[in-house]
Protein backbone atom coordinates (compact mmCIF):
# COMPACT_ATOMS: atom_id res chain seq x y z
CA UNK A 1 0.00 0.00 0.00
CA UNK A 2 3.04 2.16 0.78
CA UNK A 3 4.42 1.79 -2.69
CA UNK A 4 0.91 2.26 -4.43
CA UNK A 5 0.77 6.01 -2.17
CA UNK A 6 4.43 6.71 -3.45
CA UNK A 7 4.11 6.10 -6.78
CA UNK A 8 0.78 7.37 -7.80
CA UNK A 9 2.33 10.63 -5.50
CA UNK A 10 5.18 10.39 -7.79
CA UNK A 11 2.86 9.83 -10.67
CA UNK A 12 1.04 12.99 -9.70
CA UNK A 13 3.99 15.13 -9.58
CA UNK A 14 5.30 14.09 -12.32
CA UNK A 15 2.18 15.24 -14.09
CA UNK A 16 1.84 18.68 -12.53
CA UNK A 17 5.77 19.00 -13.46
CA UNK A 18 5.51 18.23 -16.88
CA UNK A 19 2.20 20.69 -17.39
CA UNK A 20 4.16 23.47 -15.59
CA UNK A 21 7.21 22.68 -18.01
CA UNK A 22 5.23 22.91 -21.50
CA UNK A 23 3.21 25.85 -19.89
CA UNK A 24 6.65 27.93 -19.40
CA UNK A 25 7.87 26.50 -22.88
CA UNK A 26 4.42 27.60 -24.29
CA UNK A 27 4.48 31.01 -22.56
CA UNK A 28 8.61 31.54 -24.21
CA UNK A 29 7.20 30.37 -27.18
CA UNK A 30 4.39 33.24 -26.99
CA UNK A 31 7.21 35.37 -26.18
CA UNK A 32 9.35 34.71 -28.54
CA UNK A 33 6.34 35.18 -31.26
CA UNK A 34 5.51 38.34 -30.16
CA UNK A 35 9.11 39.69 -30.05
CA UNK A 36 9.98 38.12 -33.50
CA UNK A 37 6.53 39.77 -35.24
CA UNK A 38 7.27 43.44 -33.48
CA UNK A 39 10.84 43.56 -34.22
CA UNK A 40 12.02 45.87 -37.43
CA UNK A 41 13.57 43.63 -39.67
CA UNK A 42 16.67 44.66 -41.90
CA UNK A 43 15.51 44.62 -45.93
CA UNK A 44 18.14 42.53 -47.77
CA UNK A 45 19.68 44.29 -50.66
CA UNK A 46 18.04 43.50 -54.59
CA UNK A 47 15.04 42.42 -52.49
CA UNK A 48 11.53 42.14 -54.29
CA UNK A 49 8.23 42.84 -51.97
CA UNK A 50 6.47 39.77 -52.26
CA UNK A 51 2.56 40.49 -51.94
CA UNK A 52 0.66 37.42 -51.50
CA UNK A 53 -3.00 38.11 -51.29
CA UNK A 54 -4.30 34.77 -52.24
CA UNK A 55 -6.78 34.87 -49.02
CA UNK A 56 -9.80 37.00 -47.17
CA UNK A 57 -8.47 41.22 -47.41
CA UNK A 58 -9.53 42.85 -44.11
CA UNK A 59 -9.25 46.21 -42.63
CA UNK A 60 -6.39 45.63 -40.24
CA UNK A 61 -4.47 42.59 -39.26
CA UNK A 62 -5.30 40.06 -36.93
CA UNK A 63 -2.47 40.16 -34.66
CA UNK A 64 -2.93 37.18 -32.30
CA UNK A 65 0.19 35.09 -31.10
CA UNK A 66 -2.32 32.46 -29.99
CA UNK A 67 -3.40 31.40 -33.50
CA UNK A 68 0.13 31.85 -34.52
CA UNK A 69 1.57 28.66 -31.55
CA UNK A 70 -1.06 26.45 -32.62
CA UNK A 71 -0.69 26.33 -36.22
CA UNK A 72 -4.54 28.61 -36.90
CA UNK A 73 -3.03 31.86 -38.42
CA UNK A 74 -5.38 33.55 -40.04
CA UNK A 75 -4.16 33.91 -43.66
CA UNK A 76 -6.48 36.89 -43.94
CA UNK A 77 -4.35 40.15 -45.67
CA UNK A 78 -4.65 43.43 -43.51
CA UNK A 79 -5.26 46.52 -46.10
CA UNK A 80 -3.56 48.55 -43.75
CA UNK A 81 -0.58 46.55 -43.41
CA UNK A 82 -0.35 46.06 -47.36
CA UNK A 83 -0.78 49.98 -47.95
CA UNK A 84 2.37 50.80 -45.53
CA UNK A 85 4.32 47.76 -46.99
CA UNK A 86 3.90 49.67 -50.26
CA UNK A 87 4.62 53.11 -49.21
CA UNK A 88 7.93 51.76 -47.27
CA UNK A 89 8.93 49.45 -50.04
CA UNK A 90 8.15 52.32 -52.70
CA UNK A 91 11.20 54.56 -50.92
CA UNK A 92 13.84 51.65 -49.85
CA UNK A 93 16.68 51.57 -52.08
CA UNK A 94 16.59 47.72 -51.39
CA UNK A 95 13.76 46.74 -52.79
CA UNK A 96 13.59 46.96 -56.56
CA UNK A 97 9.81 45.74 -57.60
CA UNK A 98 6.96 43.64 -56.36
CA UNK A 99 5.86 40.23 -57.36
CA UNK A 100 2.26 40.35 -56.93
CA UNK A 101 -0.05 37.12 -56.70
CA UNK A 102 -3.72 38.04 -56.13
CA UNK A 103 -5.66 35.77 -58.57
CA UNK A 104 -8.19 34.29 -55.67
CA UNK A 105 -8.25 37.39 -53.66
CA UNK A 106 -11.63 37.57 -51.95
CA UNK A 107 -12.52 41.42 -51.20
CA UNK A 108 -15.18 44.16 -52.10
CA UNK A 109 -14.58 46.38 -54.73
CA UNK A 110 -13.62 50.06 -52.59
CA UNK A 111 -10.79 48.02 -50.50
CA UNK A 112 -9.31 46.72 -54.09
CA UNK A 113 -9.84 49.75 -55.61
CA UNK A 114 -7.79 51.59 -52.29
CA UNK A 115 -4.66 48.61 -52.72
CA UNK A 116 -4.47 49.30 -56.21
CA UNK A 117 -4.85 53.07 -55.97
CA UNK A 118 -1.26 52.18 -53.81
CA UNK A 119 -0.01 50.08 -56.01
CA UNK A 120 -0.21 53.14 -58.94
CA UNK A 121 0.99 55.55 -56.39
CA UNK A 122 4.33 52.57 -56.44
CA UNK A 123 5.12 52.80 -59.86
CA UNK A 124 5.21 56.54 -59.24
CA UNK A 125 9.00 55.74 -57.69
CA UNK A 126 10.04 53.80 -61.23
CA UNK A 127 10.00 50.32 -59.97
CA UNK A 128 8.28 47.42 -61.15
CA UNK A 129 5.36 45.34 -60.55
CA UNK A 130 5.18 41.78 -61.71
CA UNK A 131 2.16 39.77 -61.10
CA UNK A 132 1.11 36.61 -61.68
CA UNK A 133 -1.61 33.86 -60.93
CA UNK A 134 -2.54 30.26 -62.13
CA UNK A 135 -6.03 31.46 -62.61
CA UNK A 136 -7.35 34.88 -62.06
CA UNK A 137 -10.75 35.78 -60.28
CA UNK A 138 -12.86 39.16 -61.19
CA UNK A 139 -11.30 40.77 -58.07
CA UNK A 140 -7.95 39.67 -58.31
CA UNK A 141 -7.82 40.45 -61.78
CA UNK A 142 -9.00 43.98 -61.18
CA UNK A 143 -6.33 44.15 -58.85
CA UNK A 144 -3.25 43.06 -60.79
CA UNK A 145 -4.34 44.57 -64.09
CA UNK A 146 -2.39 47.48 -62.61
CA UNK A 147 1.28 45.28 -62.72
CA UNK A 148 3.80 46.50 -65.85
CA UNK A 149 3.65 42.75 -66.45
CA UNK A 150 0.65 40.72 -65.93
CA UNK A 151 1.23 36.53 -66.30
CA UNK A 152 -0.78 33.66 -66.66
CA UNK A 153 -0.29 30.01 -66.11
CA UNK A 154 -0.90 28.50 -70.22
CA UNK A 155 -3.89 26.22 -68.14
CA UNK A 156 -5.26 29.08 -66.10
CA UNK A 157 -7.84 31.18 -66.58
CA UNK A 158 -9.43 35.04 -66.49
CA UNK A 159 -12.51 35.48 -65.16
CA UNK A 160 -13.62 39.10 -66.09
CA UNK A 161 -17.04 38.17 -66.58
CA UNK A 162 -18.86 41.41 -64.81
CA UNK A 163 -20.54 41.81 -60.99
CA UNK A 164 -23.37 40.49 -59.77
CA UNK A 165 -25.54 40.27 -56.64
CA UNK A 166 -27.28 37.59 -55.10
CA UNK A 167 -29.61 37.98 -51.90
CA UNK A 168 -31.04 34.79 -50.11
CA UNK A 169 -34.33 34.61 -48.94
CA UNK A 170 -35.62 32.67 -46.09
CA UNK A 171 -39.12 33.30 -46.19
CA UNK A 172 -40.30 30.04 -47.15
CA UNK A 173 -37.80 28.25 -45.23
CA UNK A 174 -39.66 30.74 -42.00
CA UNK A 175 -43.20 29.10 -42.94
CA UNK A 176 -42.36 25.93 -43.03
CA UNK A 177 -41.15 26.51 -39.56
CA UNK A 178 -44.26 27.98 -38.45
CA UNK A 179 -42.22 31.91 -37.86
CA UNK A 180 -43.32 34.65 -39.07
CA UNK A 181 -40.84 38.23 -39.11
CA UNK A 182 -43.19 41.01 -37.67
CA UNK A 183 -41.10 43.92 -40.05
CA UNK A 184 -41.48 47.76 -39.13
CA UNK A 185 -39.98 50.35 -41.32
CA UNK A 186 -39.24 53.49 -42.71
CA UNK A 187 -38.00 53.75 -46.33
CA UNK A 188 -39.06 52.56 -50.06
CA UNK A 189 -35.44 50.97 -50.69
CA UNK A 190 -34.87 49.45 -46.71
CA UNK A 191 -34.43 46.10 -48.74
CA UNK A 192 -33.08 44.23 -44.77
CA UNK A 193 -35.99 42.88 -44.45
CA UNK A 194 -36.88 41.62 -47.90
CA UNK A 195 -35.19 38.52 -47.39
CA UNK A 196 -37.26 37.24 -44.41
CA UNK A 197 -40.75 38.33 -45.66
CA UNK A 198 -40.55 37.78 -49.31
CA UNK A 199 -39.60 35.29 -51.38
CA UNK A 200 -37.32 37.34 -54.52
CA UNK A 201 -36.21 41.23 -54.53
CA UNK A 202 -38.95 44.15 -54.78
CA UNK A 203 -38.74 46.34 -57.92
CA UNK A 204 -37.59 48.84 -55.15
CA UNK A 205 -34.82 46.69 -54.35
CA UNK A 206 -33.54 45.84 -58.34
CA UNK A 207 -34.07 49.20 -59.01
CA UNK A 208 -31.22 50.16 -56.30
CA UNK A 209 -28.85 46.86 -57.15
CA UNK A 210 -28.79 47.86 -60.44
CA UNK A 211 -27.55 51.54 -59.82
CA UNK A 212 -24.80 50.63 -57.55
CA UNK A 213 -23.95 47.54 -59.29
CA UNK A 214 -22.92 49.34 -62.51
CA UNK A 215 -22.03 52.48 -61.02
CA UNK A 216 -18.83 49.87 -59.47
CA UNK A 217 -18.71 47.78 -62.73
CA UNK A 218 -18.18 51.28 -64.57
CA UNK A 219 -15.29 52.28 -62.32
CA UNK A 220 -14.00 48.35 -62.74
CA UNK A 221 -14.05 49.09 -67.00
CA UNK A 222 -12.29 52.40 -66.30
CA UNK A 223 -9.35 51.43 -64.29
CA UNK A 224 -8.52 48.25 -66.50
CA UNK A 225 -9.03 50.38 -69.88
CA UNK A 226 -6.68 53.13 -68.20
CA UNK A 227 -4.33 50.04 -67.20
CA UNK A 228 -4.16 48.01 -69.91
CA UNK A 229 -4.69 50.46 -72.81
CA UNK A 230 -7.71 48.33 -74.04
CA UNK A 231 -11.51 50.76 -74.78
CA UNK A 232 -14.28 50.37 -72.38
CA UNK A 233 -16.65 48.80 -75.11
CA UNK A 234 -14.10 46.01 -76.18
CA UNK A 235 -13.75 45.08 -72.27
CA UNK A 236 -17.88 45.39 -71.61
CA UNK A 237 -17.93 42.85 -74.89
CA UNK A 238 -15.65 40.56 -73.59
CA UNK A 239 -16.92 40.30 -70.46
CA UNK A 240 -19.97 38.13 -72.26
CA UNK A 241 -17.16 35.48 -73.28
CA UNK A 242 -14.06 35.97 -70.96
CA UNK A 243 -15.33 33.81 -68.28
CA UNK A 244 -13.72 30.99 -66.14
CA UNK A 245 -13.91 28.79 -68.55
CA UNK A 246 -11.93 30.55 -71.62
CA UNK A 247 -9.20 29.81 -72.64
CA UNK A 248 -5.41 30.80 -71.58
CA UNK A 249 -4.19 31.89 -75.08
CA UNK A 250 -7.73 34.30 -75.77
CA UNK A 251 -6.57 36.52 -72.60
CA UNK A 252 -3.73 37.27 -74.12
CA UNK A 253 -5.17 37.64 -77.91
CA UNK A 254 -7.59 40.21 -75.81
CA UNK A 255 -5.26 42.37 -74.27
CA UNK A 256 -5.88 40.89 -71.05
CA UNK A 257 -2.87 39.01 -70.24
CA UNK A 258 0.95 39.68 -71.50
CA UNK A 259 2.19 36.50 -71.50
CA UNK A 260 1.57 32.57 -70.76
CA UNK A 261 3.98 30.96 -68.36
CA UNK A 262 4.94 28.67 -65.87
CA UNK A 263 6.26 29.27 -62.49
CA UNK A 264 9.96 28.79 -63.24
CA UNK A 265 9.67 31.01 -65.90
CA UNK A 266 8.30 33.85 -63.71
CA UNK A 267 11.23 33.26 -61.49
CA UNK A 268 13.65 33.76 -64.56
CA UNK A 269 11.68 37.14 -65.36
CA UNK A 270 12.00 38.13 -61.66
CA UNK A 271 15.59 37.53 -61.70
CA UNK A 272 15.89 39.39 -65.23
CA UNK A 273 14.04 42.66 -63.74
CA UNK A 274 16.52 42.29 -60.55
CA UNK A 275 19.57 42.65 -63.04
CA UNK A 276 20.68 38.69 -61.64
CA UNK A 277 22.52 36.95 -64.33
CA UNK A 278 23.30 33.60 -63.07
CA UNK A 279 20.40 31.76 -62.73
CA UNK A 280 21.66 29.69 -59.38
CA UNK A 281 21.30 32.98 -57.67
CA UNK A 282 18.32 33.06 -55.23
CA UNK A 283 15.48 35.54 -55.27
CA UNK A 284 15.26 37.40 -52.21
CA UNK A 285 11.33 37.93 -51.16
CA UNK A 286 9.94 40.79 -48.63
CA UNK A 287 7.03 40.22 -47.05
CA UNK A 288 4.04 42.26 -46.49
CA UNK A 289 4.53 42.41 -42.57
CA UNK A 290 8.55 42.61 -43.28
CA UNK A 291 8.93 45.69 -45.29
CA UNK A 292 5.65 47.37 -42.69
CA UNK A 293 7.72 46.61 -39.84
CA UNK A 294 11.24 48.33 -41.34
CA UNK A 295 12.29 51.67 -41.13
CA UNK A 296 10.16 51.98 -37.95
CA UNK A 297 12.68 54.77 -36.09
CA UNK A 298 12.06 57.74 -38.55
CA UNK A 299 8.14 57.71 -37.53
CA UNK A 300 6.64 59.48 -35.11
CA UNK A 301 7.74 63.14 -35.77
CA UNK A 302 5.17 65.89 -35.94
CA UNK A 303 1.90 66.79 -34.82
CA UNK A 304 -0.61 63.70 -34.11
CA UNK A 305 -3.43 62.66 -36.89
CA UNK A 306 -5.19 59.53 -34.97
CA UNK A 307 -6.76 57.02 -37.42
CA UNK A 308 -9.87 55.58 -35.58
CA UNK A 309 -10.89 52.38 -36.87
CA UNK A 310 -14.61 51.56 -36.54
CA UNK A 311 -15.28 48.27 -38.54
CA UNK A 312 -18.15 45.59 -38.46
CA UNK A 313 -22.01 45.49 -37.46
CA UNK A 314 -22.61 48.21 -35.04
CA UNK A 315 -24.10 46.78 -31.51
CA UNK A 316 -24.64 48.44 -28.08
CA UNK A 317 -22.44 45.99 -26.13
CA UNK A 318 -19.63 43.50 -26.68
CA UNK A 319 -20.80 40.09 -28.05
CA UNK A 320 -20.01 37.25 -26.07
CA UNK A 321 -19.67 33.29 -26.95
CA UNK A 322 -19.46 32.15 -30.23
CA UNK A 323 -19.98 35.20 -31.77
CA UNK A 324 -15.98 36.53 -32.30
CA UNK A 325 -16.42 38.94 -35.42
CA UNK A 326 -14.99 42.73 -35.43
CA UNK A 327 -17.84 45.23 -34.09
CA UNK A 328 -18.21 48.61 -33.95
CA UNK A 329 -19.43 48.08 -29.81
CA UNK A 330 -21.15 51.62 -29.22
CA UNK A 331 -20.00 51.55 -25.33
CA UNK A 332 -16.20 51.25 -26.03
CA UNK A 333 -16.19 53.49 -29.34
CA UNK A 334 -17.64 56.27 -27.31
CA UNK A 335 -15.20 55.73 -24.36
CA UNK A 336 -12.23 55.93 -27.60
CA UNK A 337 -13.73 59.37 -28.78
CA UNK A 338 -14.17 60.49 -25.57
CA UNK A 339 -9.91 59.52 -24.61
CA UNK A 340 -9.36 61.24 -28.29
CA UNK A 341 -11.37 64.45 -27.31
CA UNK A 342 -9.04 64.70 -24.25
CA UNK A 343 -6.11 63.62 -25.56
CA UNK A 344 -3.97 66.68 -25.58
CA UNK A 345 -1.33 65.13 -28.16
CA UNK A 346 -4.52 64.05 -30.91
CA UNK A 347 -4.32 67.16 -32.67
CA UNK A 348 -7.06 65.58 -35.46
CA UNK A 349 -8.98 61.89 -35.78
CA UNK A 350 -9.73 60.33 -39.20
CA UNK A 351 -12.56 57.47 -38.69
CA UNK A 352 -12.26 55.09 -40.88
CA UNK A 353 -15.76 53.72 -41.45
CA UNK A 354 -16.00 50.79 -42.77
CA UNK A 355 -19.67 48.97 -41.74
CA UNK A 356 -23.37 48.02 -42.76
CA UNK A 357 -24.85 49.36 -39.78
CA UNK A 358 -26.59 47.60 -37.33
CA UNK A 359 -27.98 48.80 -34.01
CA UNK A 360 -29.83 52.68 -34.41
CA UNK A 361 -29.70 53.13 -30.42
CA UNK A 362 -25.55 52.82 -30.46
CA UNK A 363 -25.42 53.99 -33.77
CA UNK A 364 -27.00 57.58 -31.85
CA UNK A 365 -24.76 57.36 -29.15
CA UNK A 366 -21.61 57.48 -30.99
CA UNK A 367 -23.00 60.45 -33.57
CA UNK A 368 -23.43 62.31 -30.42
CA UNK A 369 -19.43 61.25 -29.70
CA UNK A 370 -18.78 62.61 -33.17
CA UNK A 371 -20.46 66.05 -32.58
CA UNK A 372 -18.66 66.52 -29.30
CA UNK A 373 -15.05 65.78 -30.89
CA UNK A 374 -15.46 67.70 -33.90
CA UNK A 375 -16.11 71.31 -30.82
CA UNK A 376 -12.50 70.03 -30.24
CA UNK A 377 -10.62 68.87 -33.01
CA UNK A 378 -11.18 68.36 -37.03
CA UNK A 379 -12.86 64.92 -37.42
CA UNK A 380 -12.88 63.60 -41.08
CA UNK A 381 -14.60 60.80 -42.11
CA UNK A 382 -12.89 57.71 -44.46
CA UNK A 383 -15.13 55.11 -46.07
CA UNK A 384 -13.96 52.01 -47.15
CA UNK A 385 -16.25 48.90 -48.64
CA UNK A 386 -19.64 49.90 -46.78
CA UNK A 387 -20.54 53.33 -45.17
CA UNK A 388 -24.60 52.61 -44.59
CA UNK A 389 -27.15 53.20 -42.89
CA UNK A 390 -25.71 52.69 -39.27
CA UNK A 391 -22.30 53.59 -40.69
CA UNK A 392 -23.40 56.72 -42.24
CA UNK A 393 -25.13 57.95 -39.21
CA UNK A 394 -21.80 57.78 -37.67
CA UNK A 395 -19.95 60.02 -40.32
CA UNK A 396 -22.57 62.60 -41.53
CA UNK A 397 -21.38 64.94 -38.34
CA UNK A 398 -17.98 65.05 -39.27
CA UNK A 399 -16.04 68.29 -40.75
CA UNK A 400 -15.51 65.98 -44.37
CA UNK A 401 -16.68 62.85 -45.59
CA UNK A 402 -14.04 61.11 -48.60
CA UNK A 403 -15.55 57.74 -49.97
CA UNK A 404 -13.84 55.96 -52.90
CA UNK A 405 -15.50 55.67 -55.59
CA UNK A 406 -17.02 52.33 -55.15
CA UNK A 407 -17.99 52.51 -51.73
CA UNK A 408 -21.64 51.24 -50.67
CA UNK A 409 -22.93 53.90 -48.59
CA UNK A 410 -26.19 55.95 -48.14
CA UNK A 411 -29.52 53.59 -46.73
CA UNK A 412 -30.45 55.87 -44.65
CA UNK A 413 -33.36 54.45 -43.45
CA UNK A 414 -34.78 52.39 -39.71
CA UNK A 415 -36.60 49.10 -39.45
CA UNK A 416 -37.38 46.87 -36.27
CA UNK A 417 -38.16 42.85 -36.71
CA UNK A 418 -39.35 40.63 -34.12
CA UNK A 419 -39.98 37.21 -34.85
CA UNK A 420 -43.53 35.95 -34.20
CA UNK A 421 -42.82 31.76 -33.43
CA UNK A 422 -46.19 31.40 -32.27
CA UNK A 423 -46.74 29.48 -34.86
CA UNK A 424 -44.25 26.83 -33.92
CA UNK A 425 -44.71 26.68 -30.38
CA UNK A 426 -48.58 26.30 -30.42
CA UNK A 427 -49.80 24.60 -33.98
CA UNK A 428 -45.65 22.71 -35.05
CA UNK A 429 -44.77 21.76 -31.07
CA UNK A 430 -48.04 21.61 -29.42
CA UNK A 431 -47.17 24.30 -26.33
CA UNK A 432 -49.81 25.35 -24.99
CA UNK A 433 -50.57 29.07 -23.07
CA UNK A 434 -52.70 30.84 -20.58
CA UNK A 435 -52.08 34.18 -18.90
CA UNK A 436 -53.51 36.57 -16.58
CA UNK A 437 -52.30 40.93 -16.73
CA UNK A 438 -53.40 44.13 -14.63
CA UNK A 439 -53.50 46.26 -18.22
CA UNK A 440 -54.11 45.55 -21.57
CA UNK A 441 -50.48 45.28 -23.40
CA UNK A 442 -48.86 43.79 -19.89
CA UNK A 443 -47.94 40.72 -22.33
CA UNK A 444 -46.87 42.82 -25.46
CA UNK A 445 -43.87 40.81 -27.06
CA UNK A 446 -44.69 37.60 -25.56
CA UNK A 447 -43.99 34.24 -27.97
CA UNK A 448 -47.64 33.34 -27.40
CA UNK A 449 -49.04 35.48 -30.02
CA UNK A 450 -48.30 37.93 -32.89
CA UNK A 451 -48.27 41.89 -31.92
CA UNK A 452 -52.18 43.17 -32.08
CA UNK A 453 -52.96 45.86 -34.07
CA UNK A 454 -52.73 48.63 -31.77
CA UNK A 455 -49.20 47.25 -30.75
CA UNK A 456 -47.97 47.11 -34.21
CA UNK A 457 -49.07 51.36 -34.59
CA UNK A 458 -46.63 51.89 -31.33
CA UNK A 459 -43.65 50.07 -32.86
CA UNK A 460 -44.77 51.83 -36.56
CA UNK A 461 -44.43 55.15 -34.86
CA UNK A 462 -41.52 54.31 -32.79
CA UNK A 463 -39.96 53.33 -36.45
CA UNK A 464 -41.16 56.23 -37.95
CA UNK A 465 -39.68 58.68 -34.94
CA UNK A 466 -36.05 57.05 -35.19
CA UNK A 467 -36.53 57.91 -39.20
CA UNK A 468 -37.21 61.49 -38.03
CA UNK A 469 -34.16 61.45 -35.74
CA UNK A 470 -31.78 59.85 -38.58
CA UNK A 471 -32.56 62.56 -41.71
CA UNK A 472 -32.59 64.99 -39.05
CA UNK A 473 -28.86 63.85 -38.02
CA UNK A 474 -28.18 63.47 -41.66
CA UNK A 475 -29.77 67.36 -42.53
CA UNK A 476 -27.83 69.24 -39.62
CA UNK A 477 -24.73 67.25 -40.65
CA UNK A 478 -25.13 67.68 -44.19
CA UNK A 479 -26.25 71.28 -44.43
CA UNK A 480 -29.03 70.98 -46.51
CA UNK A 481 -32.77 70.70 -45.21
CA UNK A 482 -34.23 67.54 -43.69
CA UNK A 483 -36.72 67.59 -47.07
CA UNK A 484 -33.77 67.39 -48.84
CA UNK A 485 -32.73 64.91 -47.16
CA UNK A 486 -35.45 62.54 -47.01
CA UNK A 487 -35.29 62.87 -50.75
CA UNK A 488 -32.42 60.92 -51.29
CA UNK A 489 -33.12 58.67 -47.84
CA UNK A 490 -35.84 56.43 -47.99
CA UNK A 491 -33.14 53.80 -46.82
CA UNK A 492 -31.58 53.83 -50.92
CA UNK A 493 -28.09 52.66 -51.34
CA UNK A 494 -25.61 54.90 -53.33
CA UNK A 495 -21.93 54.02 -54.68
CA UNK A 496 -19.69 57.00 -53.08
CA UNK A 497 -19.49 57.65 -56.70
CA UNK A 498 -23.24 58.79 -56.67
CA UNK A 499 -22.96 60.12 -52.90
CA UNK A 500 -20.94 62.74 -54.32
CA UNK A 501 -23.29 63.82 -57.00
CA UNK A 502 -25.76 63.72 -54.27
CA UNK A 503 -24.44 65.35 -51.29
CA UNK A 504 -23.78 62.57 -49.09
CA UNK A 505 -19.98 62.55 -49.70
CA UNK A 506 -17.79 66.13 -49.57
CA UNK A 507 -14.53 64.35 -51.61
CA UNK A 508 -13.14 60.91 -53.68
CA UNK A 509 -10.03 60.28 -52.25
CA UNK A 510 -8.84 56.46 -49.94
CA UNK A 511 -7.70 56.83 -46.56
CA UNK A 512 -4.24 58.83 -47.23
CA UNK A 513 -6.62 61.24 -48.69
CA UNK A 514 -8.52 61.63 -45.72
CA UNK A 515 -5.15 62.19 -43.70
CA UNK A 516 -4.34 64.57 -45.79
CA UNK A 517 -6.97 66.70 -45.55
CA UNK A 518 -6.59 66.30 -41.59
CA UNK A 519 -3.47 67.97 -41.96
CA UNK A 520 -4.27 70.86 -43.91
CA UNK A 521 -7.37 71.88 -41.54
CA UNK A 522 -4.56 71.35 -38.51
CA UNK A 523 -2.08 73.62 -41.18
CA UNK A 524 0.65 71.05 -40.46
CA UNK A 525 3.33 70.30 -42.61
CA UNK A 526 4.84 67.86 -40.72
CA UNK A 527 2.74 64.94 -39.05
CA UNK A 528 2.50 61.32 -38.59
CA UNK A 529 -0.56 58.86 -37.80
CA UNK A 530 -1.30 56.49 -35.30
CA UNK A 531 -4.21 53.67 -35.31
CA UNK A 532 -6.73 53.26 -33.24
CA UNK A 533 -7.84 51.45 -31.07
CA UNK A 534 -4.63 49.95 -29.68
CA UNK A 535 -3.92 46.16 -30.33
CA UNK A 536 -4.81 44.43 -27.16
CA UNK A 537 -1.97 42.70 -25.60
CA UNK A 538 -1.07 39.85 -26.56
CA UNK A 539 -1.10 38.32 -23.33
CA UNK A 540 -4.50 39.71 -22.42
CA UNK A 541 -5.68 38.41 -26.11
CA UNK A 542 -4.77 34.79 -24.84
CA UNK A 543 -6.20 35.02 -21.65
CA UNK A 544 -9.53 35.80 -23.23
CA UNK A 545 -9.08 33.49 -25.57
CA UNK A 546 -11.87 30.67 -25.90
CA UNK A 547 -12.72 27.39 -27.79
CA UNK A 548 -15.56 28.97 -29.13
CA UNK A 549 -12.78 31.33 -31.36
CA UNK A 550 -11.73 27.78 -32.91
CA UNK A 551 -15.55 26.69 -33.31
CA UNK A 552 -16.31 30.59 -35.44
CA UNK A 553 -13.29 30.08 -37.23
CA UNK A 554 -14.06 26.50 -38.93
CA UNK A 555 -17.76 27.72 -39.20
CA UNK A 556 -16.50 31.24 -40.96
CA UNK A 557 -14.22 28.92 -43.50
CA UNK A 558 -16.94 26.50 -44.23
CA UNK A 559 -19.56 28.91 -44.93
CA UNK A 560 -17.60 31.36 -47.19
CA UNK A 561 -19.06 34.45 -48.15
CA UNK A 562 -22.52 33.32 -46.45
CA UNK A 563 -21.02 33.36 -43.06
CA UNK A 564 -22.28 37.19 -42.48
CA UNK A 565 -25.93 35.24 -43.42
CA UNK A 566 -25.63 32.97 -40.67
CA UNK A 567 -23.97 35.62 -38.05
CA UNK A 568 -27.49 37.91 -38.61
CA UNK A 569 -29.67 35.28 -38.15
CA UNK A 570 -27.33 33.59 -35.12
CA UNK A 571 -27.41 37.20 -33.38
CA UNK A 572 -30.94 38.09 -34.44
CA UNK A 573 -32.62 37.71 -30.93
CA UNK A 574 -29.38 39.62 -29.20
CA UNK A 575 -29.79 42.22 -31.79
CA UNK A 576 -31.44 45.66 -30.48
CA UNK A 577 -34.75 45.73 -32.47
CA UNK A 578 -34.36 48.97 -33.68
CA UNK A 579 -32.22 48.97 -36.69
CA UNK A 580 -30.17 50.87 -39.21
CA UNK A 581 -28.41 48.59 -41.48
CA UNK A 582 -28.02 47.30 -44.89
CA UNK A 583 -29.32 43.43 -45.61
CA UNK A 584 -25.82 41.58 -44.47
CA UNK A 585 -23.39 42.34 -47.02
CA UNK A 586 -22.67 44.15 -49.92
CA UNK A 587 -22.83 40.78 -51.91
CA UNK A 588 -20.67 42.35 -55.29
CA UNK A 589 -19.21 39.04 -56.85
Known amino acids: MKNFLKYTLATMVGIVLTGTLFSILALVSLIGIIAIDSTEKPIQENSILRLNLTGEMQERSDNNPFAKLMGEESNAVSLEQAVTALKKAAVNDNIKGVYLEAGTLSAQPATVQELRQALVDFKKSGKWIVSYADSYGKMGYYLSSVADTLLLNPEGSVDFSGLESQPMFFKEVLDKLGIEMQVFKVGTYKSAVEPFICTEMSDANREQI ?53 IDQVKDILRSNCNLVNKDDKLSFASISDVANSAKSEEGKGEQIAVYYACGDIVQSASTGLNQEVQIVGEKVVKDLQALRTDPKV ?44 GYYISCASDRIFADPTTITGSIGIFGM ?12 GLKFDIVKTNEMADMGTMSRPFNAAERAQLQKMIEQGYD ?110 QARLPFEPNIH
Not at 222 to 234: E, G, L, Q
Not at 352 to 369: D, K
Open 418 to 429: VPNVSNLLTKKI
Open 210 to 262: TSYLTSVWNNVLSDVAASRNIDVDKLNKLADTQTMFARAQSSVDNGLIDALCY
Open 347 to 390: KAVVIRVNSPGGSAYASEQIWREVTLLKKEKPVIISMGDVAASG
Open 469 to 578: TFTKRVADGRGMSQDSVKLIAEGRVWTGEQGLKIGLVDELGNLDDAIAYAAKMIESKEYHTVSYPAEEDPFAMILNETKSDYMNNEIKELLGEWYSVYSFIRNINNADRI
